[in-house]
């Protein structure tokens, strides 16, 4: 059976504690804890090497997306650290890469998320070989909602999958709009996930990242059940 859950950022920007409890309290089987921005990076790190990473099957820790050079050696030290002691996945935009071989020492934890059409790298089939042409080991985070961005029509998210199915490990849900904002499910973004989720791992969690209030969680759970449960083709 598929595992589900949230990303503690499309909870609770910034808080993961409150994000978190509503996890628990959700009783989900899979987390993503989102430390998208530099200055969330080192307390969320720490709070988890602590206290642990909960009751989930599955666990994912989103390294941030920009931060000063001189701190990349220090962060992938950081995450190193959270991958030996706690076994997590870590997620990674690749054009916040700067040294490719600090990033390898995370071997086959390290998961490279496919990108929007703002990034210039990591945004499509050929972009993603690049990038692991440089971390061989590297599995893939495959955000349908960024693949459905590029291209609505999933011809592109098809390529991905295609192509580096083997590597999937979690996927990122959520409807992405033209400005690239996360939101909830549409009735057109379920239905164009739903013909692609055949071909997705089984065994790939399902990390939602649509941002809705509290009370609309539970609900966009339901949805994004709906819509991945379906075994995966063979």
Request: contains cysteine; hydrophobic residues 45%.
């Amino acid at each position: 059976m598929r595992r589900f859950g949230f990303s503690t950022g499309a909870l609770a920007r910034g808080d993961f504690r409150t994000a978190l409890q509503q996890c628990l309290d959700a009783r989900d089987d899979a987390v993503e804890y989102s430390a998208l921005r530099e200055e969330e990076f080192e307390p969320l790190a720490k709070f988890l090497l602590n206290h642990g990473t909960g009751p989930f099957a599955h666990v994912a820790f989103h390294a941030p997306s920009h931060f000063k050079s001189e701190n990349e050696a220090k962060i992938v030290e950081i995450l190193k650290g959270l991958v030996e002691t706690l076994g997590v996945w870590v997620v990674a935009h690749p054009d916040s890469i700067r040294t490719f071989q600090l990033w390898r020492t995370l071997g086959e934890h390290l998961c490279i998320e496919n990108m929007d059409h703002r990034k210039p790298i990591g945004r499509s089939a050929d972009e993603l070989t690049m990038v692991f042409q440089e971390l061989p080991r590297a599995k893939l985070c495959f955000d349908i909602g960024h693949a459905h961005e590029m291209d609505r029509s999933m011809s592109l998210a098809y390529e991905i999958l295609k192509r580096f199915r083997d590597r999937v490990v979690q996927v990122h849900a959520s409807e992405v709009s033209d400005k690239c904002e996360h939101r909830a499910f549409s009735a057109s973004s379920a239905a164009a996930f739903a013909r692609l989720s055949p071909f997705l791992p089984e065994e790939a969690a399902v990390i939602l990242e649509t941002v809705v209030p509290k009370a609309g969680a539970a609900e966009q759970m339901a949805k994004a059940q709906r819509i991945f449960e379906n075994p995966a083709s063979s």
